[in-house]
């Protein structure tokens, strides 16, 4: 399993996210870095861990504002590979990204317009990853959107389209130091579909929750808050990987 750290970026600051509620989410404060400018903060996470993946919210773009491109093209320029959730409504709205050189297109639950949509973008080969973003446990679907509400069930039908890489993301439980949530989800999923890449964040405390999440057959994990907090160190990262190695 690989940590995946986050940026959560609103009005071009790095934020930090509670529970979903974005009209409370505040800049971030890091002993990484006192800044909260996004490349300064990616940086950072290179710096003291050597990450060069990085998961990045555009929140703007999430709520309906046109995406941040020159913030990508900026990143890339710096050699990260972007995961980017920018809130895609409709499959045209992939386009500048693909042409900005976004690695991995976020089609996320919350904002997707239905099944339909999947099917446009997977006839572009975009490289996509579905999030299946949950609040306590239910699915954030648009009503009518899709012709199930379970989220496992979702999960199915997305993956019966072609979808080979999905991210459970559960927002109530992002920053509130609760840990993921969604083990049992992820689970049965990795049971059911061995072949699919699985993503799973929030909510992430720290060692206790990696190991847990990686039980779980989770591949990536996404991580914030641990990391600025100090309470997901380097070495404590390290140990890990030097132990999964032995």
Not at 62 to 89: E, N, S, T
Not at 200 to 207: F, S, Y
């Amino acid at each position: 399993m690989r940590i995946l750290p986050v940026l959560d970026v609103m009005h071009g600051q790095v934020v930090r996210g509670v529970a979903g509620r974005r009209a409370e989410y505040k800049p971030i404060v890091s002993t990484l870095t006192a800044s909260t400018a996004p490349v300064d903060v990616a940086r950072a996470f290179r710096e003291h861990f050597g990450f060069d993946e990085l998961y990045l919210a555009d929140l703007d773009a999430i709520a309906g504002q046109p995406p941040a491109l020159p913030l990508y093209d900026a990143l890339k320029a710096k050699g990260f590979r972007l995961w980017v959730d920018a809130g895609l409504r409709y499959a045209s709205h992939a386009t500048p990204l693909l042409e900005h050189g976004v690695d991995n297109l976020i089609v996320g639950l919350e904002t997707c317009s239905g099944p339909a949509m999947l099917v446009d973008l997977l006839a572009q080969r975009a490289n996509l990853v579905f999030s299946l973003d949950l609040k306590g446990g239910q699915a954030m679907a648009a009503p009518g959107a899709w012709p199930q509400s379970d989220p496992f069930a979702i999960a199915a039908g997305v993956i019966a389209l072609g979808i080979r890489r999905l991210l459970v993301l559960d927002l109530a439980q992002v920053g509130v130091g609760a840990g993921v949530g969604t083990e049992l989800l992820c689970r049965r999923l990795r049971a059911s579909y061995p072949e699919v890449e699985l993503a799973a964040g929030g909510g992430v405390r720290g060692p206790e929750d990696v190991e847990v999440m990686a039980d779980s057959g989770v591949d990536w994990l996404l991580v914030a808050s641990a990391l600025h907090d100090g309470r997901l160190s380097r070495e404590s990262l390290h140990a890990r990987n030097s132990h999964v190695a032995d």
